[in-house]
């Protein structure tokens, strides 16, 4: 027992100091010891692991203040890479990031009219491609991670049910590892890009503490991050806004039950409305969204009414959380004002008084990239947490 207690706290203290090193560097090893309170013998140990799987690199000197000048230590981007497959929307969105999580390279395959068995045959390979590519490069592949719209278990990166993928009960996690023999992470979309945006966007730098992140897409979801952490409730699968009931009598959802938020707010509801009652038609959500924005009032209207109702949802539920800020990603928001008007209009009219103090909604700042990196950086702490430096010797 004590040899296992051993080895989760080497992983744990591996965990702390890289994604210090991660978020503060370029830093020296004595300020990694005064900042995690770790012994300097333990930080010297560890930084030697990180730096011998070339994890991270020696990047110059700190100033002096009496006897040598301490060596300063930053993230190797070169050190390892991760393949990122992202569902959200109408694409198959396919990215290798480095590991400083920047965008290396990227690929979009159409998934409109695809689904189950088809859909898992055509993501199998699209990140076959990114694999070769990276075999090409010579790059070391860390892990595959995969952002996925549905419910799911994240425990076991088991998709529970992901009804606009036709996808149910699929063992995503364990496939794809039997496939590519690599470690896999799977998470729920809006969950891996609210832990992008939290992580690596505006939050980040405002040192916010709690977040609601909805997108937009194919369906209608969100991330909570409460306490700087992310929330995903006792099964993994909170944040499922979409399917907040906005009208008994409204259309039937995928999910069974009639007038879900996403029957009025998703990207094909959108464009099925304007398609019905304009003369001509809108192809992609950023075909109305542009339309919109040049004044062709069918367009403005479905997106009014749309981002209205959004906000009003939205708003109730900062009333329960009392968050630090909403933020809102998708083409439909990113792509024009139109949309993003009408959200914070019907935000702030649900909103309690008093909850606008030291509030703010916005438009997410990563947006398409968002998440890539929340998957990368769930990737990254498995890949150190379990599978140690295996992958990189």
Known sequence: MEGANSVVLRDLNMNVIFKLIQHRGPISRVDISEQTGLAASTVSVITSELQGSGFIRECGYATSTGGRRPRLLEVNPEGGYFICADLTGSNIAIGVLDLSFQVTKEWFQEKAGVSGQSLYIELVNALSEARDWCDTQGFKILSIGIAAPGLMDSSTGRIVAASNLDWHDLDLNELLEQEFALPVIVENDTNAAAYGEFLYGFENEQHGRNMLYIAIGTGVGAGLIIDRSLYTGSLGMAGEIGHIVVSDSGEKCSCGKRGCLETVVSEPAMIRKYNNSAKTQAITIRDLAERAES???????????????????????VNILNCDSVVFGGDAVTSGQVMFEAIKEGLYEAMLPGLERNFTARISSLNSTAGYVGIAYSSLTTVLNKYGFQVAR
């Open 295 to 317: 004044g062709d009032d069918v367009a403005v209207d479905v997106l009014l009414g749309a981002g209205r109702t959004l906000g009003i949802v939205a708003g109730n539920t």
